[in-house]
């Protein structure tokens, strides 16, 4: 596609539910990054996958967020058990290799009520 | 640890005045600088970015200057125009990471 899409672009959901994020990434694009961003924040790095494996998953906050990747393309970022502090918007971004220019996408705006 | 930070958190301009963004870090080891714009409920839009071996890179009515000694980063934006208004972010990476380090951002706000 012509950018990184993203989707849902919203979701709420309650305290203890789980939720799944969906990146699209710009195709061709090897690499692709999620991130978190807390309201008037900047960016928090969370996981990087090059290709479908994840050398980087160390600012994953707790063993309730998990993600995956299929096909070189496609990545999920799941919550589990969503608590009231992982309301945010999750970002994602892709580049060609992982020293390119990392593009992003419109992000995913999360409420947990 | 590693940090990036901004040195003002919002920054007022006339339209077609130049404005100058600026942004601290602290890791001598980072190579990689770049600067994202963020409008409201959008994502990071990539302006310009520049490696450590260069200490200027200009693009379309924004400029990039990297100080190593200080380690000082700033973007100019000339002839400031209402679309530019957003918030600003510096970001660094260091060799061999792949993750970028995001400063806190600040707000530019160009009026009429």
């Known amino acids: 596609g012509a950018g990184v899409s993203q989707s849902p672009s919203n979701k709420v959901t309650e305290k203890g539910k789980d939720v799944e994020l969906r990146c699209d990434p710009i195709s061709g694009h090897t690499a692709l990054y999620w991130y978190r961003q807390r309201l008037g924040q900047g960016l928090e790095f969370l996981i990087y996958f090059q290709g479908n494996s994840a050398p980087d998953k160390s600012g994953l906050p707790s063993d309730r967020f998990s993600a995956e990747r299929t096909g070189e393309s496609v990545s999920t970022l799941t919550i589990q058990r969503t608590q009231q502090e992982d309301s945010a918007v999750y970002l994602c971004a892709s580049s060609f290799g992982t020293a390119g220019t990392q593009y992003f996408g419109p992000g995913t705006r999360l409420l947990v009520l | 640890g590693e940090s990036v930070g901004l040195h003002l958190p919002t920054l007022s301009v006339q339209e077609g005045d130049n404005s100058i963004i600026n942004c601290a870090y602290s890791?001598?080891?980072?190579?990689?600088f770049i600067w994202y714009k963020q409008e409201s409920g959008k994502g990071p839009q990539f302006i310009i970015d520049?490696?450590?071996?260069?200490d200027k890179r200009q693009g379309q009515r924004v400029t990039v200057l990297l100080n190593k000694t200080v380690k000082h980063l700033s973007l100019q934006i000339a002839a400031t125009q209402p679309g530019d208004s957003a918030v600003y972010f510096c970001?660094?990476?260091?060799?061999?990471?792949?993750?970028?380090?995001f400063g806190q951002g600040t707000r530019l706000t160009i009026n009429p």
């Open positions: 970001a660094e990476k260091t060799q061999g990471a792949q993750k970028l380090v």
């Open positions: 520049i490696r450590s071996n260069m």
């Open positions: 890791n001598s080891a980072s190579d990689y």
